[in-house]
């Protein structure tokens, strides 16, 4: 069974830009969440979808958003980059709701310039 | 502000022995507790968890104590195998079967000395 594949691994984007990350869970999970990881925060809820629709939203600035598709595939956009927002972002999904079942993707780096 | 902290970044430890990681919250909504493994250029793995109705909970090698009056859980793994060189994250959630939104601590990179 193929895990949790994030694209694209790496992305360099300047500020001001917007980008998007793409996300396919594991074939069945139906929840998807996104995590940003930075070194002194460590991993931060940004949002979760279920079923296309967002069910929890952590504490980011408008300029984060997300959306999931029919088939449960997700995608987040970060519009109008800031320095701060160079992180690792992390894709998680499941089957149900809880902890113990996410299942982790290997993230996409984002650097902005 | 950080309602889980992990306040050692870095723990070697040599192969054979116990390591311990220590993990603290501030948030007494907290009532379910996980650890999770992260190996570099890998998404984090689930390791163990902890209800808060629990003070202990035991998986092979791997055990996690809660100490809620305190505040505070660890993992203890014994004997500590070079494979287990990671970064160990702390998370909680305010509900087992609630929102995957979990409150992650910083992370302890765990090295093991063959």
């Known amino acids: 069974k193929a895990g949790v594949t994030q694209t694209p691994r790496y992305l360099i984007k300047t500020r001001g830009q917007q980008v998007t990350l793409s996300c396919s869970p594991i074939?069945?999970?139906?929840?998807v969440s996104w995590y940003q990881q930075t070194p002194g925060q460590g991993l931060q809820f940004l949002f979760e979808?279920?079923?296309?629709?967002?069910?929890n939203k952590g504490n980011f600035p408008g300029r984060f958003s997300g959306r999931q598709f029919s088939n449960s595939r997700s995608e987040m956009n970060v519009s109008t980059l800031e320095l701060g927002d160079s992180a690792l972002y992390l894709c998680?999904?499941?089957?149900?709701?809880?902890?113990?079942?996410?299942?982790f993707g290997s993230g996409t780096q984002l650097s902005v310039l | 502000d950080q309602q889980v902290k992990q306040n050692s970044p870095s723990l070697s430890v040599q192969e054979g022995r116990i390591s311990i990681l220590n993990c603290d919250y501030t948030?007494?909504?907290?009532?379910?507790f996980l650890w999770y493994k992260k190996y570099p250029a890998e998404g984090p793995t689930f390791l163990i968890s902890?209800?808060?109705?629990?003070d202990k909970n035991e998986d092979g090698r791997f055990t996690v104590f809660l100490n809620k009056s305190a505040k505070h859980l660890s993992l203890h793994i014994v004997p500590s195998q070079p494979g287990d060189s990671a970064v160990y994250f702390c998370?909680?959630?305010?509900?087992?079967?609630?929102?995957?939104?979990?409150?992650f601590g910083t992370g302890t990179r765990l090295t093991v000395i063959p």
């Open positions: 998680a999904s499941s089957l149900a709701r809880g902890g113990e079942k996410l299942f």
């Open positions: 074939s069945g999970h139906r929840s």
């Open positions: 979808y279920f079923s296309e629709t967002q069910r």
């Open positions: 948030n007494s909504m907290f009532d379910y």
């Open positions: 902890i209800s808060s109705i629990k």
């Open positions: 998370a909680a959630s305010g509900s087992r079967a609630g929102a995957n939104n979990l409150f």
